[in-house]
């Protein structure tokens, strides 16, 4: 292990510049940098940095040897993550998973109306909110619940309720009391106001409050 570490040190500081540009998730093409590769895994991973210069180095390699013409982010995560489960390094592989949705998947969100809850319209809002909801429930069944909790829904031993909508409140009850003496002062909230001194006043503040 020591010789491959020494030896991937060399290989980078050796390295000459490759003749490739990848399109980023930033929409803008970059020319080809091992050390983005390694600085990422280092990031994202916590992966020591001579660990993370090897599979930086395995990934080039595999790059080159492709001769892939159209070069991608997420193709380059793609490659990384095989690494990683090559090496064996299935947690940092589980921390650099990419959340998201095939093309294929995309397309048909998209182009054909919701089958599944008719009470949801096909129009840009609500494509933008499955295409949310879905990129939420992975990040939810990957971070916010154990392994354990995880694999019993995907198995269907138990089920997680509106995973898509896992940042908000699923239900809380208010009382008028603490708008009545507070006024309208949430925490990220848009509308903020003292106590109200009029009935009229304490009605807004009430829609405002539940909305």
Known sequence: MLEEITEAGMKIKESTDLSLFVRTSGENIVSWEIERIIDSLIRE?????????????????????????????????????????????????????????????????????NKENANIPHNPEATNLTLAEQIKKEFALLEVFSPEISDAHLRGDLHLHDLGFIDRPYCSGQSLEYVKKFGLHLPNALSIAKPARHPETLLAHMVKFSA
């Open 45 to 113: 991973t916590g992966l020591e940095r001579k660990i993370a210069q090897i599979i930086a180095l395995e990934v080039e390699k595999e790059i080159v040897s492709s001769k892939v013409k159209n070069l991608t982010a997420p193709l380059i995560r793609e490659i990384v993550n095989s690494k990683l489960i090559e090496f064996g390094l299935e947690q940092e592989r589980r921390k650099y998973t990419r959340l998201g949705l095939p093309l294929y998947d995309v397309r048909n969100i998209i182009f054909n109306p």
